[in-house]
């Protein structure tokens, strides 16, 4: 889509409707939201693929990531043609302009404080959520010393909060990568090549035991969709189509 920034106004203004309701939005971050935080901390993703690399890959066609051309001058802008994904590569010319630019204009501000809002992974009430498969080494970073619900979800909000804070010292501090564990949990989690479900009973019946009945992720390998499997009463179900 070349329409990620209204997506981003009109969720903000969902957010500020379903509070008035006692509601509440949370957004989980994706490989797509992934590859514009990374062109914009300057670092690649993944098996040193670089976010525009991946971006203008065929398979891929993340066009959204060109809107960052909004935040150039006019001129600048000609560089950068949204059907033309060999042109993209030029917005690492101006990846710290645009990041400068952001922190100052009233729309970029917005999109960076929705980025850093972004959980890597959340539960509501007896479901875990997250974007891609539910790994075991994902499993191991959310159950290890883990033996009741209150010590998930508060290794869960330990996890986002690291998340973000790393976000916000980048995109918003300037700060270069200083923590490894930043990193870690944002390759970990958002590493969409690796797309094995755990198999351990053992990890299933940890999870039943801090009341998780059930899993949601994107990004399926199979075509067909709404998959759904069961390991020791644990729902895994699949909502996206071949991603």
């Known amino acids: 889509s070349n329409l990620s920034f209204d997506i981003i106004e009109a969720m903000a203004k969902l957010r500020g409707e379903a509070s008035l309701v006692g509601g509440h939005i ?21 098996h040193n693929v670089t976010p525009l690399q991946f971006c203008a890959h065929p398979e891929n066609k993340c066009i959204g990531i060109t809107e960052f051309r909004d ?11 949204q059907d033309n994904p060999e042109t993209w590569f030029e917005l690492k010319t101006y ?19 929705h980025m850093c809002s972004m959980n890597l ?50 995109l918003f501090d300037g700060v270069d990568i200083d923590d490894p564990t930043f990193i870690q949990f944002k390759s970990t989690f958002l590493d969409t090549d690796n797309r094995t479900d755990f198999t351990l009973a053992e990890t299933a019946i940890a999870l039943r035991k801090c009341g998780i009945n059930a ?29």
């Open 95 to 113: 990846r710290k302009q645009i990041l400068e630019k952001m922190r100052k204009d009233p729309l970029g501000k917005q999109i960076l404080e």
């Open 26 to 46: 949370t957004v989980i971050a994706g490989n797509h939201d992934d590859a514009a935080v990374s062109f914009l901390m300057g670092i690649s993703l993944n």
């Open 71 to 81: 935040f150039l001058e006019d001129d600048q802008k000609k560089e950068i043609n």
């Open 215 to 243: 899993i949601f992720h994107g990004h399926t390998i199979t075509n067909d969709g709404n998959e759904i499997t069961r390991n020791q009463g644990l729902l895994t179900v699949k909502t996206d189509r071949g991603a």
């Open 121 to 170: 992974v959340t539960t509501v009430d007896d479901s875990l959520f997250l974007h891609t498969n539910p790994t075991a080494n994902i499993m191991d970073n959310l159950l290890d010393g883990v033996a009741n619900r209150a010590q998930l979800d508060e290794r869960i909000a330990s996890i986002n909060t690291r998340y973000q804070t790393g976000l916000r010292r980048v």
